[in-house]
């Protein structure tokens, strides 16, 4: 609504993990600002699910792992490579999607909170990920810009 107030007309939520679900709170905000006589066109878009689109389009593979696996950890691996732990990483649970309900928590995938192998990760994987990442955002951006209001 401050956003809206200071003349903002189109809002993006940029979502960073499949688990968040934003939509619903945007729908809220929306219509709030309308009942308000504000309007803007809020879009609540998610790289989460879009990682696993980009890993199945760039690399034909659709990774098992969630938080800390390979493909989480491939894309930390380029930019931050200092951080991570290599001689701590050990294999999680496979997450698979089909087996777990709509609502769900980590911990219910493995309970230390991780799902894959993060042994597996590379920065060479993470930089092209990383590369397709950003392809989806400048077309989303790109496609929020080209929307009228």
Not at 32 to 44: F, P, V
Not at 74 to 85: A, G, I, N
Not at 104 to 109: A, C, I, S
Not at 113 to 120: E, L, N, Q, S, Y
């Given at each position: 609504?401050?956003?809206?107030?200071h003349h903002?007309?189109?809002?993006?939520?940029?979502m960073?993990?499949?688990?968040?679900?934003?939509?619903?709170?945007?729908?809220?905000?929306?219509a709030?600002?309308?009942?308000?006589?504000?309007?803007?066109?809020?879009?609540?878009i998610?790289?989460?699910t879009s990682?696993?689109?980009?890993?199945?389009?760039?690399?034909?593979?659709?990774?098992?792992?969630?938080?800390?696996?390979?493909?989480?950890t491939?894309?930390?691996?380029?930019?931050?490579?200092?951080?991570?732990?290599r001689?701590?990483?050990?294999?999680?649970?496979?997450?698979?999607a089909s087996t777990?309900?709509?609502?769900?928590?980590?911990?219910?995938?493995?309970?230390r909170?991780?799902?894959?192998?993060?042994?597996?990760a590379?920065?060479e994987?993470?930089k092209?990920l990383?590369?397709g990442?950003t392809?989806?955002?400048?077309?989303?951006?790109?496609?929020?810009?080209?929307?009228?209001?």
């Open positions: 609504e401050s956003l809206a107030r903002f007309r189109k809002l993006v939520v940029a960073g993990c499949g688990g968040h679900h934003c939509l619903p709170a945007a729908m809220e905000a929306r709030a600002l309308r009942r308000t006589g504000l309007d803007a066109k809020i879009w609540a998610g790289p989460g990682y696993y689109e980009i890993a199945k389009q760039v690399f034909d593979w659709e990774p098992a792992d969630i938080h800390g696996g390979e493909f989480p491939s894309l930390f691996l380029p930019k931050r490579p200092d951080e991570v732990r001689h701590q990483l050990t294999a999680g649970q496979p997450f698979d777990v309900p709509d609502a769900w928590f980590t911990d219910e995938v493995d309970p909170g991780f799902a894959g192998d993060p042994r597996k590379s920065a994987l993470g092209r990383l590369e990442v392809e989806f955002w400048l077309g989303e951006l790109r496609r929020v810009d080209k929307t009228p209001m």
